[in-house]
């Protein structure tokens, strides 16, 4: 099976900061990694697809880049309302999810 | 609206059996893979299983392969989850979401989710 590391756990940072959260995975997945948003006592929302791809209506300031084995997902410039938790997930072609253990973002 | 409403949790004794529900609306159903993704109490999200559009291919998390079975009735625009043999561990909230692409045999990403049920497993 394969395994997402997802890092850090949890980050602190100001308004207007570079955020960057990383997704490892155990063997190569090409590109086949979406990045979730999940604000507390909310569903989760989709934001990034397939490494790169923003979801329709997502804010340009969330970017996500990699393939192969290392990923990145990049907030660009912080903002009070990204105040949630983002899990990165891999997918492969026996119908089956893997996410990451989650990343907390907080406002400094 | 694109909706998908859960329903079905509750409290249940160990060792029992419980069948979630998720009602789909606004798209078309029969087009999509959907899946179960759980979420204990203040911990991360799990994916508990997945069914193709034409129910084709399924798949199941290790932690509930021979206890659950994922199930959809696209007459009825319903997606089903029978869970068997439920243990503590299982209490999380369950959510059903919907794939992003159309009639694919695999599942890429969950693009409408719902708000999820509350299964709690105790004595």
New interface residues.
């Given amino acids: ?1 394969i395994q997402m590391t997802q890092s850090p756990s949890s980050l602190s940072a100001s308004v207007g900061d570079r955020v960057t959260i990383t997704c490892q995975a155990s063997q190569d997945i090409s590109n ?1 990694l ?1 990045w ?1 948003q ?1 604000k507390p006592g909310k ?4 934001l990034i ?2 490494a790169s791809n923003l ?1 329709t209506g997502v804010p340009s300031r969330f970017s996500g880049s990699g393939s192969g084995t290392d990923f990145t997902f990049t907030i660009s410039s912080l903002q009070p309302e990204d105040i949630a ?1 983002y ?1 990165c ?1 891999q ?12 990343t907390k973002v907080e406002i400094k | 609206e694109v909706q998908l409403v859960e329903s079905g949790g509750g409290l249940v004794q160990p060792g029992r059996s419980l069948r979630l529900s998720c009602a789909a609306s606004g798209f078309t159903f029969d087009d999509y ?1 959907m ?1 179960w ?1 759980r979420q204990a109490p203040g911990k ?4 508990v299983s ?3 559009w034409n129910s084709g ?3 199941y ?2 932690s509930v392969k021979g206890r659950f079975t994922i199930s959809r009735d696209n007459a009825k625009n319903s997606l089903y989850l029978q869970m068997n043999s439920l243990r503590a561990e299982d209490t999380a909230l369950y ?1 059903c ?1 919907k794939d ?1 692409l159309p009639r694919t ?7 409408i ?4 049920t509350m299964v709690t497993v105790s004595s």
């Avoid at chain 1, 997918?91 to 989650?102: E, K, P, R, V």
């Fill in positions: 099976d086949y979406n979730y999940q569903a989760p929302k989709l697809y397939d979801e938790t899990y997930q997918y492969d072609n026996l119908l089956t999810w893997t996410f990451g253990q989650g | 893979a899946h993704v991360g999200l799990e994916w997945g069914i193709s291919s399924i798949g998390a290790d959510y979401a992003i045999g695999i599942a890429v990403a969950g693009d989710w719902g708000q999820g």
